[in-house]
């Protein structure tokens, strides 16, 4: 098992740039959580989706942030522009419709100057 | 934001002393887990332990769960110092969820 791979590991963008990251969640997953971790504020659900269909995107900051999942296999998490307070690890997890244990992802670390 | 509280935020031990660590949450719960996050890592589930549940056993860690007291806590026998991380409860209601403490860094000095 491969796992849930992220991609990018690390990123550094500027202030007002697009940034894209990815997840491919654990094969026969049907459900994946977007996190974000900060020191400040920890580890928070940004969305999560299941059967590719976003239940509950409450946490999502604002407008800037937006997550699709157009296939089983795939979702992206999109901020734009993004700001210096995005600045953080976001997560990707994936779980079995009917267990409530999550996988995670080894992350992206974002950085925006 | 968080709607829970893990202590203590930092522990410091010797290889071979047990660890404990203690969560509180707010609300109803399903289930709760624990986590166990290495320095620039994911995160890695240890343990899951039902509302109906008082005491779960996993290898070293045992885990105990108080629905009156909105109370966890995990204890890590026999600690290594490949035990060290930092560790994070986390629950879910009736959603799937999960609502994460805000983690307890635990240091194991060989």
New interface residues.
Partial sequence: DAGVIQSPRHEVTEMGQEVTLRCKPISGHNSLFWYRQTMMRGLELLIYFNNNVPIDDSGMPEDRFSAKMPNASFSTLKIQPSEPRDSAVYFCASSLADTYEQYFGPGTRLTVT | ??QGEEDPQALSIQEGENATMNCSYKTSI??L?W?RQNSG?????LI?IRSNEREKHSGRLRVTLDTSKKSSSLLITASRAADTASY?CAW?GS?????????TQLTVLP
């Fill in positions: 934001s968080q399903n289930n887990q986590y890592r994911g995160l890695v589930h899951l994070f879910s959603a799937r969820q999960l609502t994460f403490g805000s983690g």
